[in-house]
Protein backbone atom coordinates (compact mmCIF):
# COMPACT_ATOMS: atom_id res chain seq x y z
CA UNK A 1 0.00 0.00 0.00
CA UNK A 2 0.91 3.50 -0.80
CA UNK A 3 2.27 6.09 2.26
CA UNK A 4 0.50 9.44 1.11
CA UNK A 5 1.26 13.06 2.49
CA UNK A 6 0.31 16.36 1.12
CA UNK A 7 2.17 19.71 1.49
CA UNK A 8 1.59 23.34 0.14
CA UNK A 9 -1.50 24.40 1.58
CA UNK A 10 -1.90 27.95 2.50
CA UNK A 11 -3.76 31.52 2.81
CA UNK A 12 -3.57 33.26 -0.52
CA UNK A 13 -6.21 36.00 -2.41
CA UNK A 14 -7.97 35.31 -4.83
CA UNK A 15 -6.47 35.51 -7.79
CA UNK A 16 -3.45 34.13 -6.67
CA UNK A 17 -1.56 30.41 -6.83
CA UNK A 18 0.00 27.55 -5.12
CA UNK A 19 1.26 24.64 -6.05
CA UNK A 20 0.35 20.97 -3.58
CA UNK A 21 2.46 18.33 -3.27
CA UNK A 22 1.75 14.86 -2.28
CA UNK A 23 4.93 12.81 -1.24
CA UNK A 24 4.38 8.85 -1.89
CA UNK A 25 6.40 6.30 0.21
CA UNK A 26 6.05 2.06 -0.55
CA UNK A 27 6.63 0.61 -3.88
CA UNK A 28 3.26 0.78 -5.28
CA UNK A 29 3.63 4.14 -5.65
CA UNK A 30 4.76 4.31 -9.68
CA UNK A 31 1.97 1.97 -10.45
CA UNK A 32 -1.04 3.49 -8.80
CA UNK A 33 -3.03 6.20 -10.00
CA UNK A 34 -2.76 9.24 -8.21
CA UNK A 35 -5.83 11.85 -7.85
CA UNK A 36 -7.11 14.80 -5.61
CA UNK A 37 -10.03 15.46 -3.95
CA UNK A 38 -11.01 18.37 -1.81
CA UNK A 39 -13.67 18.96 0.74
CA UNK A 40 -15.35 22.47 1.95
CA UNK A 41 -17.01 23.07 5.10
CA UNK A 42 -20.12 21.12 5.52
CA UNK A 43 -19.85 19.66 1.70
CA UNK A 44 -18.88 16.25 0.51
CA UNK A 45 -15.26 15.00 -0.28
CA UNK A 46 -15.65 15.95 -4.63
CA UNK A 47 -12.70 15.03 -7.21
CA UNK A 48 -10.61 17.39 -8.42
CA UNK A 49 -8.33 16.18 -10.52
CA UNK A 50 -6.85 12.49 -11.44
CA UNK A 51 -3.12 11.48 -13.03
CA UNK A 52 -2.96 7.90 -14.45
CA UNK A 53 0.49 6.06 -13.77
CA UNK A 54 2.69 7.14 -16.53
CA UNK A 55 1.71 10.54 -15.79
CA UNK A 56 0.36 10.28 -19.91
CA UNK A 57 -3.24 11.13 -19.09
CA UNK A 58 -5.06 13.53 -16.82
CA UNK A 59 -8.57 14.34 -15.92
CA UNK A 60 -10.08 17.52 -14.24
CA UNK A 61 -13.31 18.67 -13.02
CA UNK A 62 -14.93 21.01 -14.86
CA UNK A 63 -15.02 23.29 -11.90
CA UNK A 64 -11.14 23.68 -12.37
CA UNK A 65 -10.31 23.18 -15.79
CA UNK A 66 -7.92 25.27 -17.44
CA UNK A 67 -7.06 26.91 -13.78
CA UNK A 68 -4.91 23.41 -12.06
CA UNK A 69 -2.38 21.34 -13.64
CA UNK A 70 -2.16 18.03 -11.87
CA UNK A 71 1.60 15.96 -12.96
CA UNK A 72 3.84 13.62 -11.01
CA UNK A 73 7.70 12.95 -10.80
CA UNK A 74 8.02 8.88 -10.36
CA UNK A 75 11.68 9.50 -9.51
CA UNK A 76 10.46 11.35 -7.00
CA UNK A 77 7.76 9.70 -5.65
CA UNK A 78 5.94 12.66 -5.97
CA UNK A 79 2.68 14.64 -7.43
CA UNK A 80 1.93 18.01 -8.08
CA UNK A 81 -1.38 19.73 -8.28
CA UNK A 82 -0.76 23.46 -9.98
CA UNK A 83 -3.42 25.84 -8.88
CA UNK A 84 -3.45 29.14 -10.46
CA UNK A 85 -6.54 32.20 -10.89
CA UNK A 86 -7.35 30.82 -7.55
CA UNK A 87 -11.28 31.52 -5.99
CA UNK A 88 -12.47 31.95 -3.24
CA UNK A 89 -14.36 29.07 -3.92
CA UNK A 90 -11.55 27.01 -4.49
CA UNK A 91 -11.01 27.28 -0.04
CA UNK A 92 -11.28 23.58 0.81
CA UNK A 93 -9.19 20.72 2.80
CA UNK A 94 -7.46 18.78 -0.24
CA UNK A 95 -6.31 15.42 -0.24
CA UNK A 96 -4.43 13.04 -2.68
CA UNK A 97 -5.25 9.26 -2.92
CA UNK A 98 -4.11 6.40 -4.65
CA UNK A 99 -5.65 3.47 -6.44
CA UNK A 100 -5.01 1.20 -9.54
CA UNK A 101 -6.87 2.71 -12.00
CA UNK A 102 -7.35 6.73 -12.81
CA UNK A 103 -11.20 7.09 -11.76
CA UNK A 104 -13.03 10.11 -10.52
CA UNK A 105 -15.09 8.15 -7.94
CA UNK A 106 -13.65 8.22 -4.65
CA UNK A 107 -14.16 4.66 -3.39
CA UNK A 108 -11.94 3.46 -6.29
CA UNK A 109 -8.93 4.79 -4.16
CA UNK A 110 -7.91 3.21 -1.05
CA UNK A 111 -5.33 5.35 0.24
CA UNK A 112 -5.16 8.60 1.10
CA UNK A 113 -3.51 11.23 2.89
CA UNK A 114 -4.49 13.27 5.48
CA UNK A 115 -5.17 16.83 3.96
CA UNK A 116 -3.60 20.12 3.26
CA UNK A 117 -5.91 23.48 4.27
CA UNK A 118 -6.24 25.62 1.26
CA UNK A 119 -7.85 29.29 1.91
CA UNK A 120 -8.75 31.56 -0.40
CA UNK A 121 -9.72 35.04 0.67
CA UNK A 122 -11.47 37.42 -1.33
Known amino acids: QVQLAESGGGLVQAGGSLRLSCAAS????????IAWFRQAPGKERVFVAV????????FYADSVKGRFTISRDNAKNTVYLQMNSLKPEDTAVYYC???????????????WGQGTQVTVSS
Open 51 to 58: ISRSGKNT
Open 26 to 33: GRTFSSSA
Open 97 to 111: AAGPTPTIRLADFDS
